[in-house]
């Protein structure tokens, strides 16, 4: 993706001429930005644990397009794919405790690979912001343009409904591993008669996707999350029937 300039042309024509090329190359890159960044991101996703390996990115790919499509509003839909590939790629350093950050490493490791492929700094800059703006802790900082606003729902949308619930189990599964102890317990303690311990149950579950359901700051966001919040409620009754020995 090297510049291609052309000494053939006279002084002022060649201004021309550039101004042109880099009209072309803005209009390429816009098309190839993509695939290009998930070229670059999918390898960092390699040791990558179940709930945020490769696959959470390409959903969150897939639902970040589902809600641009509804989302009304101009949106900078290359920006906000991108963003969605690489928003990950700092987890499973975080995860192997060798960063502390996995939203700002991402951010920064984001701007540095895609300036190496010649990237437009304006729209490096927009995929960082997007990045930087995709957690829930309290340094992270609110999403505040429609592409932030959209990775961030798409992101909290991939843990709800039944990939959600999954998801949630497998990160319960790992925070229990990294505290050396289990964190929660599955069981219904207002169901359960013989749950002798102080350990959350299944409401840490659903407290943690109802959080995520109440963060979504779209339109198109909220509808599909109230969906997938439905199905959640089905599962817990489901749950609780089965805790219960009645199904
Ligand atoms: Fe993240
Ligand atoms: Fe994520």
Redesign the pocket.
């Known amino acids: 993706m090297g510049r291609i300039v052309c000494c053939s042309q006279p002084p002022h024509l060649r201004s021309q001429l550039l101004s042109r090329q880099d009209m072309e190359r803005q209009s390429l890159m816009t098309q190839e930005l993509v695939p290009l960044a998930r070229k670059l991101a999918v390898p960092y996703y390699q040791n990558a644990l179940p709930a ?1 390996d490769q696959f ?2 390409s959903r ?1 790919h897939d639902i970040a397009r589902r809600l641009a499509s509804e989302y009304e509003g101009a949106v900078e839909r290359d920006v906000l794919f991108a963003a969605a590939w690489f ?2 790629i700092g ?1 499973p350093l975080e995860t192997a405790g060798e960063i502390t950050d996995h939203v700002e490493w991402g951010a920064v490791t984001a701007g540095e690979l895609l300036q190496e492929e010649e990237v437009a700094s304006d729209r490096i800059a927009e995929i960082q912001d997007s990045i930087r703006s ?1 957690g829930i802790r309290a340094s992270s900082p609110e999403p505040s343009t429609p592409e932030a606003k959209l990775l961030f729902d798409a ?1 909290k949308l ?1 843990a709800l409904g039944a990939v959600g619930i999954v998801r949630m189990s497998c990160i319960l599964g790992e925070q229990s591993g990294k505290a050396g102890d289990k964190i929660a317990v599955i069981d219904d303690s207002t169901i359960s008669e013989s749950i002798t311990t102080n350990l959350p149950d299944i409401s840490l579950l659903r407290d943690r996707a109802r959080k995520r359901l109440e963060l979504l700051c779209t339109e198109p966001g909220q509808r599909v999350g109230n969906a997938r919040w439905e199905y959640i409620e089905e599962f817990l009754d489901q749950f609780r029937a089965e805790i219960d020995a009645k199904r």
């Open positions: 945020h959470h990115a969150v928003h990950d987890r995709h992101d991939d």
